[in-house]
């Protein structure tokens, strides 16, 4: 195959997905100027090979709440932002979900070095969880540290259900009144200490353990 | 009457024994006629189960069956695993607005149309639900209520990043 001819199949395929792009009716819910920027937007991003799901979600949950175009732009911007530091953090193998639960985290204050972290922790099981829960808690008020802390510790060796239950436990402990950083500690070493019973284990959470 | 019997069985033995004279041009009418049938080929089936099953010997250069077995690794590899099957939760959603008129789950999972997921006024009064099936991940969402006003989840996480003014929650399916 000539260069010419292979030049010609890659510009029909991009006008393609541009084609695409532009007939989704999802992007009639924007008015015309909102419409070209979201656009825009999701082009960069496909060029750099970021997911543009996510995107044009938070696109849509704006126009659904009659937000400003102006608003809509940088929340999706910064959307964008935090998927490409998640996908640097994670590996260009992360799912669309993992993407979207780190980018959460990300946004809620956690580092990029704890991604990656929790990657080398579950290097073969879904992140989207303990991603997940991660950007619940420092949301919840959890010091970042302390979230990122438990998480690492309690990842490898919990399923998926029991962190869901750990952040309902805490987030229950905090609207009782415990204050953020002891109602993680204490519920993730509770369960650190159940599991080591059966083992030793490395890396055990932070803060007070029982005895 | 034996010496009888004896005679014929030896007449008829000598006359087996005498020499058949053959008719030298029969080779040649037999061969015309073999010649002249109709050739007959071999099943399509037949002819190529024979061609499969036959052993056959051909040569490949080193750097060709290098190649061939490079280019199926890269296949492979690139292939990854092979994805595993879709799952999906069903998972219930549950708002207490017993002045409401009409409810909307709208969120992540309905690209944020209030159209999509009316939820339903349940028996007890004030008591709105919804089911929906969701693949593991997080979602943001909330509730619309009276198509005006919108409304985070009280039993669930807030989403934090509030862009819009206007509050989310977050749900987090697992996949385990």
Redesign the interface.
């Known amino acids: 195959m000539s260069a010419r001819t292979l030049g010609l199949a890659v510009l029909l395929l991009g006008t393609a997905a541009g084609a695409t792009a532009a007939q989704d009716p999802r992007l009639g819910r924007f008015d015309a100027q909102t419409r070209a920027a979201v656009m825009a937007l999701l082009d960069s991003a496909r060029a750099v090979g970021l997911p543009t799901e996510p995107l044009l979600d938070r696109a849509l949950e704006g126009a659904a709440k009659s937000a400003s175009r102006d608003q809509i732009v940088a929340a999706t911007r910064r959307l964008a932002g935090h998927l490409a530091r998640a996908r640097a953090a994670l590996g260009t193998k992360a799912s669309l979900a993992e993407l979207e639960a780190g980018a959460a985290a990300l946004r809620a204050g956690a580092d990029s070095a704890v991604l990656a972290a929790l990657r080398r922790s579950r290097p073969r099981q879904s992140l989207t969880v303990p991603l997940a829960v991660l950007a619940d808690l420092v949301t919840s008020g959890v010091p970042a540290d302390t979230a990122a802390a438990t998480v690492l510790a309690l990842a490898p060796i919990t399923s998926d259900d029991a962190l869901i239950e750990f952040r309902r436990d805490v987030d229950r402990d905090i609207a009782l009144g415990a204050p953020p950083a002891g109602a993680a500690m204490v519920r993730g070493g509770s369960i650190y200490d159940a599991l080591n019973a059966e083992g030793p284990r490395v890396n055990p959470p932070p803060g007070p353990r029982k005895p | 009457m034996f010496e009888h019997e004896d005679e014929m069985l030896t007449r008829v033995v000598e006359h087996l024994k005498r020499p058949v004279g053959v008719d030298p041009a029969l080779d040649g009418r037999v061969m015309a006629q073999i010649a002249a049938e109709p050739v007959r080929r071999p099943g399509t089936t037949a002819a190529a189960w024979h061609w499969l099953v036959t052993p056959r010997r051909f040569s490949l250069p080193p750097l060709a069956g290098l190649t061939a077995a490079a280019a199926l690794a890269a296949f492979l590899v690139m292939r990854?695993p092979a994805a595993p099957a879709s799952q999906t939760t069903a998972f219930q959603f549950v708002l207490v607005a017993p002045q409401a008129s009409s409810v909307s789950l709208?969120g992540?999972f309905n690209?944020?149309?209030?159209s999509m997921s009316p939820m339903t006024a349940t028996r007890q009064a004030g008591l709105w639900s919804a089911v929906l099936p969701l693949?593991?991940?997080?979602y943001?969402y909330a509730f619309?209520v009276d198509g005006v006003h919108?409304q985070s989840d009280p039993t669930a996480?807030?989403?934090?990043?509030d862009?819009?003014?206007?509050p989310?929650s977050?749900v987090?399916v697992?996949?385990?």
């Open positions: 990854g709208v992540d690209d944020w149309d209030p693949e593991p991940g997080r943001r619309l919108w996480p807030r989403a934090g990043d862009e819009f003014g206007v989310s977050v987090t697992g996949g385990t």
